[in-house]
T-cell receptor, first 114, second 110 residues
């Protein structure tokens, strides 16, 4: 079955540590996104990529970094500069580069501080 | 003013009831509209797209009013399994211009 796989489901970060969240899709989608969801709030865009080897900052990129070396993969690193990383992180993809088609989500990673 | 606004609820309804949610958006250039469903501690899942002429999918009906800049979702004959948070999603060109509402919580009780 085609889909988006995120790992791990749960992740704990120690102070000063960088952690990387994995996102892989086999939907052959061009565009991929990372969102952060905090309780009672809508999804906020961290980074997005519309094509391999290219990515752009979203609304809350500070303290995060990404790469897009392969079409299928869009890992997110939460750096030690992100002082409030506890949240639900969602990876999504969509087939378009500019037509506003619906996004499909992985099942998320919950990140907490130790 | 938020770009996409929803009544957070919760809406508490008995099984079999009809319930409606509204959502307003601020960008008149918005082009695509969707409703997603999100279960507790799960990822959002696409429920349906919203078309200008209105559209129906089983017990669910979505409407778009461009003049007043709102979309609606109507759920008929509510089931216990409809209990979830419903996210209003608006796009104004390109996936990175997708705005998610904070959601409306629905509880359907026996």
């Amino acid at each position: 079955d085609g889909g988006i796989t995120q790992s791990p489901k749960y992740l704990f970060r120690k102070e000063g540590q960088n952690v990387t969240l994995s996102c892989e899709q086999n939907l052959n989608h061009d565009a991929m996104y990372w969102y952060r969801q905090d309780p009672g709030q809508g999804l906020r865009l961290i980074y997005y990529s519309q094509i391999v080897n290219d990515f752009q900052k979203g609304d809350i990129a500070e303290g995060y970094s990404v790469s897009r070396e392969k079409k299928e993969s869009f890992p997110l690193t939460v750096t030690s500069a992100q002082k409030n990383p506890t949240a639900f992180y969602l990876c999504a993809s969509s087939p378009d580069r500019g037509r506003g088609q619906p996004q499909h989500f992985g099942d998320g990673t919950r990140l907490s501080i130790l | 003013r938020k770009e996409v606004e929803q009544d957070p609820g919760p809406f508490n309804v008995p099984e079999g009831a009809t319930v409606a949610f509204n959502c307003t958006y601020s960008n008149s250039a918005s082009q695509s509209f969707f409703w997603y469903r999100q279960d507790c501690r799960k990822e959002p899942k696409l429920l349906m797209s919203v078309y200008s002429s209105g559209n129906e999918d089983g017990r669910f009906t979505a409407q778009l009013n461009r003049a007043s800049q709102y979309i609606s979702l109507l759920i008929r004959d509510s089931k216990l399994s409809d209990s979830a948070t419903y996210l209003c999603v608006v796009n104004h060109g390109g996936g990175f211009k997708t705005i998610f509402g904070a959601g409306t919580r629905l509880f359907v009780k026996a």
